[in-house]
């Protein structure tokens, strides 16, 4: 007799059952809490819901993000949905397209600027499927801080991540000991994805012994 999965377990199945060729897997909408952008937003497949988690949201070095406008779907021949413009650090502009066809420019207009731009491949979103789970817990935790006064974490975080300048998360747990472990978890997350901290959760997710470094001290 099969085992019930749980909601989470199904979501997170969902994701990987995506780049394993059972059937038609890339119709999904998704909703998800952005903490990057501070926003909810809808994924309209499989592959924006990926690429939203491994290659945005997790990723450091990106801003911000946005979906292209009208006319540059009409330039590069693809659906707005399957587009995004990267804002990285130091100003620099790019353009995903997370689509199977589009036509072929090195370079584009944005309203930002001039951007370069980049075809995610099934391929990447393959090869990065595993990490999107990892990350979808992790921004879940990041999301029940939403709507709290995270300020009095954040401060004791920003402390103890000076002291320490890298360790594992039951580390900083230690540390925070007047806050819950919940808590301590997203707002390590939300630290994370604002670039302020390096997260490896490259070989399994969320957990007491995911191991993190202060990226601030590492460039001084």
Known sequence: MATAKTPRSAQRARVLDAYRGRGRQNSNLWLGYSVKQNEDLIFHSDRSFVHWLAFLESDPSVVGFYPISRDLSTVLEVAPECAMVVDRSK???EVHIVAAAARELATVQTDSGPATVRMICLDELRARSRLAV???KAVNYAGMLRYMNVAAVMNHLALALTRRHSGSLD???DDLAGHDRATVF????????????????????????SRWANRVARAQ
Request: aromatic share 4%.
């Open 91 to 93: 100003q620099q502009l």
């Open 134 to 136: 990892h990350w979808l």
């Open 171 to 173: 580390d900083l747990i």
């Open 186 to 209: 997203g707002a390590v997350v939300r630290a994370a994805i604002h670039g302020r901290v390096d997260l490896d959760l490259s070989s399994h997710g969320l957990c007491g012994a």
